[in-house]
């Protein structure tokens, strides 16, 4: 593969901005493994924040919105992948807060429902036990799923 010159570098890394939103993590990742050098990769990076083609805060509201919504993520995996990619904690934390509660929580007790015609379990609390797990393996705050699952705790003898 031939070396990319730093306009094509440029060039290429702004299409793959166009295809969906992007984050500098993202972009310098791509740069990197297209063989671009670490001063003209910060160069393209400023260029690209210039002319809007990366905007972190953008970014973190479209990718809790998207996980929300399309993958039925909860809060801790979402802020936990938002981690990964290097986000400033103070925009990771305002896209947090923007999620619309309502929405939110109908999103959880929909998946709960759907995961729980799938378990043959007819013990209840084996069947709340597995709901929890999985409610709690897609980032959902346990005191949310708690409630979702109108879990009393003095109902339960330990």
């Known amino acids: 593969m031939k070396e990319l010159s730093e306009g094509e570098a440029l060039n290429k890394a702004a299409a793959y901005c166009t295809l969906c939103e992007r984050c500098i993590h993202e972009v310098v990742t791509k ?4 063989g ?7 160069r393209i990076v400023k260029r690209l924040i210039e002319e809007q083609f990366i905007d972190e805060q953008r970014y973190c509201h479209a990718f809790v919105s998207d996980k929300i919504r399309f993958n039925h993520w909860g809060r801790i995996k979402i802020a936990a992948s938002l981690r990964e ?9 305002e896209a947090l807060d923007s999620i ?3 929405e939110y929580y109908t999103t959880l007790t929909t998946i709960i429902a759907t995961k729980r015609k799938e378990i043959k379990e007819t013990d209840k609390y084996k069947v709340n036990s597995k ?7 897609r980032g959902f705050e346990p ?10 705790p ?3 003898d330990f």
């Open 131 to 137: 709901l929890l797990r999985f409610a709690a393996s």
């Open 31 to 34: 740069l990197t493994a297209w």
């Open 36 to 42: 671009v050098a670490y001063e003209p990769q910060q």
């Open 154 to 156: 003095d109902e339960v």
């Open 143 to 152: 005191s949310l799923i708690m409630q979702a699952l109108k879990f009393n």
């Open 100 to 102: 619309d509660e309502e």
């Open 85 to 93: 990619k290097h986000l400033p904690q103070p925009l990771v934390k």
